[in-house]
């Protein structure tokens, strides 16, 4: 059975650094475009960051860039997140996902093409 599985949140002081692992059962990630997405209570899901299936190309949400950096191990099947210098507005539930047959692709990292969610990891960023 496909699914993927996010790890590496948890409770970090503002400035701090986390980096989240996608990894998935049953699908090889290196095939798709790979997202990672977040959702605050109250709020709908949005996304934070994609990254191409073919080549090296990524989208960032405006208020992650520079901060954050999606990579790839294609070895190790895994899809990586690495936040740097974390703010209390990033405190949410992160998830990954892979992108569906007809999205418009990671460019426009659109929630609504992406599936085989997984359960999402907490990331709370407060002092």
């Known amino acids: 059975q496909m699914h993927v599985v996010e790890s590496g949140g948890g409770l970090v002081q503002p400035g701090g650094s986390l980096r989240l692992s996608c990894t998935a059962s049953g699908l090889t990630l290196n095939f798709y475009a790979v997202g990672w997405f977040r959702q605050a209570p109250g709020r709908e899901r949005e996304a934070v960051s994609c990254i191409s299936s073919y080549d090296d190309g990524t989208f960032y949400k405006d208020s992650v860039k520079g901060r954050f950096t999606i990579s790839r191990d294609t070895a190790k099947n895994v899809v990586y997140l690495q936040m740097n210098n974390l703010e209390p507005e990033d405190t949410a539930t992160y998830y990954c996902?892979?992108?569906?047959?007809?999205?418009?692709?990671?460019?426009?990292?659109?929630?609504?093409?992406?599936?085989?969610w997984g359960q999402g990891t907490q990331v709370t960023v407060s002092s």
């Open positions: 996902a892979t992108e569906s047959p007809g999205g418009m692709g990671y460019q426009y990292c659109l929630p609504r093409d992406f599936g085989f």
